[in-house]
Each structure stands twice: as structure tokens, then as C-alpha cells.
């Protein structure tokens, strides 16, 4: 039997091509410099022209995504699912439930062996230290799905909506309303990085923790402000935008949180003292008469569709950028 060629007998990844780039992971939005964002965010953009024209783009042909879910989701599977698929690649989807991850398998075994298989891997998790520890031993590029700390694809996906709608955000005013809770703490993250105003109101007690969102960068402190009344931090603003109350995995807090939260419901009379163009948004699932009125998230300001299917061009612009660089 003739030996391994060289190549394989140290097990070098067969996947990683020469000159391929360093592995890069996507694990909080401030990973990212305002420019490689913005590349992405412009990428995005003609990725999405390509696919609403029927034209073809399969750069990632013979690449495989694995998705590892351990909180429920629709749009974060869907986008990236069908999004690897438009890009000429495929997916392995992954639970707690139907996999060793629920049954102990350590994460750094679990990372080692996924990313000898697969060449890009989104996580959906409860604490970012699990992503990170993930990270560390992953020979590939790896995304995160969401975390009880940050959700940066969405956020991501957010400002490409607002773009779309109203051009360049910096120097807009978002107004954040609500929990201070993964999508807040990427909000804090995006406007340090992309030079806008954030204002944040949450109820006491339910703060964003600006020293973890800032943990990168060091600083948050230029970019945002807090506001104890919800309808002072929404007036003039640009963008209002919330999300629930209560997040995956903080269930049993639920009814102390409806008393807290009541005064934080984002209503016509929030949006009426917003700027006269201002968008709404929320990254869903909402709950209509909790944490917004009907009115609103149904109402002409709302972008909430737009918003959630932009999660799937941006993501494919994510992965194509973690895995080849840039294009342009
Ligand atoms: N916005 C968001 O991440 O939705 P899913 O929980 O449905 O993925
Ligand atoms: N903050 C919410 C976002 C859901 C997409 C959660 O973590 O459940």
C-alpha cells in the first residue's frame, strides 16, 4: 500500500487552502474594525442584489457549515441554512438533544473533532465563555448564533436594514428600550465601532453591563447614554428599536420581569416623539402588547421583515468573508 502523501500524515487540514487567510472568528460584534464592518455590511449588499436577480454566487462550493443550537431557533436557522446553500455549500445541523454535546462530551473535544469535519461552525449558546472555549480549539472560522451576552449577527443585520432605509448610520441616534440584555449589549458594541449615538433605557436593575460589551475595545463610554424615561431616550431618535423581556434561558424570571418592565413598552406615543422618519425594529420573536404595541411593530414605522431577512445576506457575506477574504 503506498504511504499518505506528506500533507496528510501530521493530520494538516486537508480544508484550509495555501495562502488561505488566518482563522478568523466572528464571536462578538467589536471582533470586527469599523472598516472589515463596513466591507462586510457593502458586501452584503451585492450578494443580495446577486441573489434578488437570480444570479449565481457559489463561492463556497464543497464547504460545509455545522449550526450547533442549544436554544431554540427559526431565524437564525433559516437564514443560515439556506444562506450556506445559496453559496454553493452545505449544512449539519446540530441540537443538545441529538448530539454527545448533551450528554458531557467536553467542548474542546467536541470543537476539535466538528472542526476537522466541517470548515465554518455557527453556536447558539447560553454563556459566551462556552463559544469562546469552543473557539480556542476550532481550526475554523467560528460564529456566534446568539449568547446570553451577545448577539452580533443580528445587530449586523440591523444596521444593514437601517442603511438600506435611511443610508449611513454614523451619526444617527438609535434608541434602545427595554431589557439590557445580548442585543443591547451588541448595540453598545456597534456604536463604538461605527461611530453613532445610543441611547438606552432599561428599568433599574436590568442595565447593560458596558464594561462586558466594551471588554474589546475598552471603551464604550463616547457612543452611549443612559435615560431612566424610555420617552426622553427615544425623542429625535432615528432608529427605536427593543426586543423581549425575558431572554432564553431567564424563563423562571418572567413574571417579576412583566411588573418591572411595564413602563418600557414601546408605544405610538414613544414613536411619535421620535425623529418624524424614525424606523422601528425588533430582532423577534415579539410579543405584541408586552414589550410593543401592535400598533407599532405592525405599523408604518416597522422594518421588522426587512430586518429579518437581512440576517441571511449578511451572514452570507460573514461566512464568505471568514472563509476567503476579502473579494473586492
Ligand atoms: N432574531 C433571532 O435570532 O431569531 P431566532 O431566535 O428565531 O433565531
Ligand atoms: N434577547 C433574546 C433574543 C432572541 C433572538 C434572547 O436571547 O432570547
Known amino acids: 500500500m503506498s504511504p499518505l502523501p506528506t500533507s496528510l500524515q501530521h493530520g494538516v487540514p486537508s480544508t484550509l487552502p495555501k495562502g488561505a487567510p488566518p482563522v478568523r ?31 449565481r454566487h457559489h463561492p463556497l462550493v464543497d ?52 472542526s476537522r469535519m466541517t470548515d465554518i461552525v455557527m453556536i447558539r449558546t447560553f454563556e459566551q465563555t462556552k463559544i469562546e472555549a469552543f473557539a480556542a480549539h476550532s481550526r475554523v472560522p467560528v460564529i456566534n448564533g446568539l449568547t446570553n451576552e451577545f448577539h452580533p449577527c443580528q445587530i449586523l443585520a440591523d444596521i444593514f436594514t437601517f442603511i438600506e432605509h435611511r443610508g449611513p448610520i454614523e451619526g444617527k441616534t438609535v434608541a434602545w428600550v427595554g431589557d439590557g440584555n445580548n442585543m443591547a449589549n451588541t448595540w453598545l458594541q456597534a456604536a463604538e465601532t461605527l461611530g453613532f449615538n445610543l441611547r438606552v433605557s432599561t428599568p433599574r436593575g436590568y442595565e447593560v453591563d458596558a464594561k462586558l460589551a466594551s471588554s474589546a475595545h475598552g471603551s464604550c463610554g463616547s457612543s452611549y447614554k443612559t435615560y431612566s424615561d424610555p420617552m426622553e431616550a427615544c425623542a429625535g431618535a432615528d ?11 431567564f424563563e423562571a424570571e418572567n413574571e417579576v420581569r412583566r411588573e418591572a418592565f411595564a413602563a418600557w413598552r414601546v408605544s405610538r406615543e414613544m414613536m411619535a416623539v421620535a425623529a418624524p422618519n424614525a424606523l422601528f425594529m425588533h430582532c423577534l420573536p415579539a410579543h405584541r402588547g408586552e414589550e410593543v404595541e401592535a400598533e ?31 473579494q473586492d
Open 25 to 55: 472568528h466572528y464571536l462578538q460584534f467589536a471582533d470586527f474594525s469599523r472598516e472589515e464592518t463596513t466591507y462586510i455590511l457593502e458586501r452584503a449588499a451585492f450578494i443580495k442584489q446577486k441573489f434578488k436577480t437570480f444570479v
Open 63 to 114: 464547504r460545509t457549515l455545522a449550526m450547533i443550537f442549544e436554544k431554540a431557533s427559526t431565524r437564525t436557522r433559516v437564514s443560515f441554512e439556506a444562506g450556506m446553500y445559496q453559496l454553493g455549500g452545505s449544512v449539519v445541523h446540530l441540537t443538545t438533544g441529538d448530539s454527545q454535546l448533551g450528554r458531557a462530551e467536553p467542548i474542546e473535544d467536541s470543537a476539535k473533532v466538528i
Open 239 to 249: 432608529l427605536v428599536t427593543t426586543d423581549v423581556w425575558t431572554s432564553m434561558g
Open 296 to 326: 407599532v411593530i405592525d405599523g408604518p414605522q416597522s422594518v421588522v421583515w426587512d430586518e429579518a431577512e437581512n440576517r441571511m445576506h449578511v451572514q452570507k457575506a460573514l461566512m464568505e468573508y471568514l472563509l476567503l477574504g476579502r
